[in-house]
C-alpha cells in the first residue's frame, strides 16, 4: 500500500479537525479582515495551491460579494509589475502545503516589498517561511501529505478557503453542509472506492476532467492528480466547454471524470444526460458525480458516485475530488508506479 494511497483515505479524518480548527478561528480570521478592510482577495498559489486558489476566488465572489482574484505564484514572481495596478488594497491570501515553495514565497516578498500588502497564510505546516511573513498564519499540520502528490492537502486547504468565504459572507448552510459531506467521508469512500476502481480497471491513456462553478478549479486539481499520480495526459474543462474544441480527443482510450450535480428538472439536467451520452457515443469510459442518486446518470455512465443526500455545490467538491484520486491510484497500480516517487517530481519547488 502506498503512503499517497494512505493519506487520500487518511483525508476525512484531517477534513475533521480542519472543520474544528478554522472554526474555533473564526473571530480571529473575521476581525483580521475587518481590520485590513481590504477592497480586494488575491489569492496566490502554485499547481494544486493555485487550483485551489481559482476556487476559492469564485467562492469570494459568489459567496460573499467580495471582488476577488487567483494568480500562480511563479507568474506574479516573473512579471509582477504588470499586475500592480490591480493589487492596491487587496488582501492576499495563500494556501500553501508547506509554506516553503519559492515561487510563493518570493512573489509574496516581492509585492510586501514595495508597500504593506497583508497576508493571511494557510498552510500545512507550523512554522514555516510562509508563515513567518503573514500577518495572520492559519496552520493545518494533520492536514500534511509527507507524499509528493496532494490529495489530504488539496481537499484540506479547499474546505478551509471555503469555511472562511461562509464566513464573509455569513453562509450557514454552506458550513453545515460542509460538515455533513465530512460526517459522511469515511462512509462515502468505502461505498464508492470499488466501483471507481471497477470502471477505471481498463487501459486509458488519456483523462478529462468536467466541472463547473466552485469545482472547476477542483477539477484542475483532479487532473494535476491523474498527471502526478498515474503518469498519464489529463484536463479539465467546464461541463459543457469540452464539446468547444476538446472533444476531438475523447474516444475509447479517455476516462472522463464529471461533476453532474445540478437542477434534476428542466433544460440543464437534459444538456448534462445529452453532453454523458455524447462521450459514450466516442467510446469514453465515464464516472459521474452528483450528490443525490439520479437513475438516468446511473444508467448512461460506466459508473455513478453518489452522495446520496443533498449538499451545497461546493460541497460536494470534497467528495467529487476523491474520484480522480482513486482513479489515479488504480492506474498507476496496474502499470506498475509507484505513486510516491513521480518522475522528476519533489514535495515542493526550491529554485
Known amino acids: 500500500m502506498s503512503l499517497t494511497y494512505r493519506e ?24 483580521f479582515v475587518k481590520s485590513v478592510a481590504p477592497s480586494s482577495f488575491t489569492f496566490l498559489g502554485c499547481g494544486s495551491s493555485y487550483c485551489l486558489c481559482e476556487s476559492a476566488a469564485f467562492s ?6 467580495l471582488n ?6 511563479g507568474d506574479i514572481l516573473l512579471n509582477g509589475e504588470r499586475y500592480r495596478a490591480a493589487l492596491p488594497g487587496t488582501l492576499l491570501v495563500a494556501p500553501s502545503r508547506s509554506g516553503s515553495t519559492t515561487e510563493i514565497v518570493e512573489a509574496v516578498r516581492l ?16 512554522e514555516s517561511p510562509l508563515s513567518a511573513e503573514a500577518d495572520l498564519a492559519l496552520a493545518l499540520p494533520w492536514a500534511f501529505d509527507a507524499s509528493v502528490c496532494q490529495t489530504r492537502t488539496v481537499v484540506n486547504l479547499y474546505a478551509a478557503n471555503l469555511l472562511i468565504a461562509a464566513f464573509l459572507g455569513g453562509d450557514k448552510a454552506l458550513i453545515a453542509s460542509l460538515d455533513a459531506a ?16 471497477r470502471a477505471a480497471g481498463f487501459d486509458w ?32 474543462y467546464h461541463l459543457l466547454d469540452v464539446r468547444h474544441g476538446p472533444m476531438v480527443v ?10 453532474v450535480s445540478g437542477d434534476s428538472g428542466g433544460a440543464g439536467a437534459q444538456h448534462r444526460r445529452n ?8 467510446g469514453a469510459t465515464v464516472i459521474v458525480y452528483a450528490d443525490e442518486a439520479d437513475a438516468d446518470f446511473e444508467g448512461i455512465a460506466d459508473y455513478a458516485a453518489f452522495s446520496g443526500f443533498a449538499l451545497d455545490p461546493a460541497a460536494q467538491g470534497i467528495p467529487f475530488l476523491f474520484l480522480s484520486q482513486i482513479a489515479a491510484l488504480c492506474r498507476a497500480e496496474r502499470k506498475g508506479i509507484d505513486p510516491d516517487t513521480p518522475d522528476g517530481l519533489v514535495a515542493w519547488v526550491a529554485l
Open 8 to 31: 487520500t483515505k487518511q483525508q476525512y479524518a484531517a477534513l475533521r479537525q480542519t472543520y474544528d480548527y478554522i472554526l474555533g478561528e473564526r473571530d480571529r480570521i473575521e476581525a
Open 182 to 197: 465530512i460526517r459522511d467521508g469515511e462512509a462515502f469512500m468505502a461505498r464508492v472506492e470499488a466501483g471507481i476502481r
Open 205 to 236: 491513456d488519456h483523462a478529462v476532467v468536467l466541472a463547473d462553478g466552485e469545482l472547476k478549479g477542483l477539477a484542475g486539481e483532479g487532473a494535476i492528480a491523474l498527471t502526478e499520480i498515474a503518469s498519464v495526459q489529463a484536463q479539465s
Open 275 to 282: 453532453l454523458l451520452r455524447d462521450l459514450k457515443r466516442r
Open 68 to 73: 476577488a482574484q487567483a494568480y500562480a505564484g
Open 250 to 259: 475523447v474516444g475509447p482510450g479517455t476516462l472522463v471524470i464529471a461533476a
Open 111 to 126: 509585492l510586501r516589498g514595495a508597500a504593506h500588502v497583508p497576508l493571511l497564510a494557510i498552510s500545512c505546516v507550523a
Open 60 to 65: 469570494f465572489r459568489l459567496r460573499a460579494g
